[in-house]
């Protein structure tokens, strides 16, 4: 990952101490980062998506785009309670 700063920082600094809610990091050396979803059932349902050429701010948006959100956000009132945030994803 040192050849990859944003990645790194991301994994670092907010996958890593469990910012968003559900969102986990297993380090493979000699993989490209990828983002993988999965289902309540632990079951892949993303074949995985390149995050290596992803800034800082493009890694949060990519996240929130499959619907998780940071658990600071998780109190606050929301428009609409039906959105749950996906069960897991993984790094």
Known sequence: LN?????KKFLYEVVKP????AVTVDFTPGRT???Y????NNEL???????SGMSFKQLH??????????KSEMDAPSSDADDAPPVH???
């Open 3 to 7: 050849h990859l700063p944003e990645v």
């Open 18 to 21: 469990g910012l968003y809610h």
């Open 33 to 35: 980062p990828a983002g």
């Open 37 to 40: 979803l999965y289902d309540q």
């Open 45 to 51: 349902v993303d074949e995985g998506t390149d995050v």
């Open 61 to 70: 948006e990519f996240v929130r785009s499959k619907g998780f959100v940071l």
């Open 89 to 91: 994803d993984e790094f």
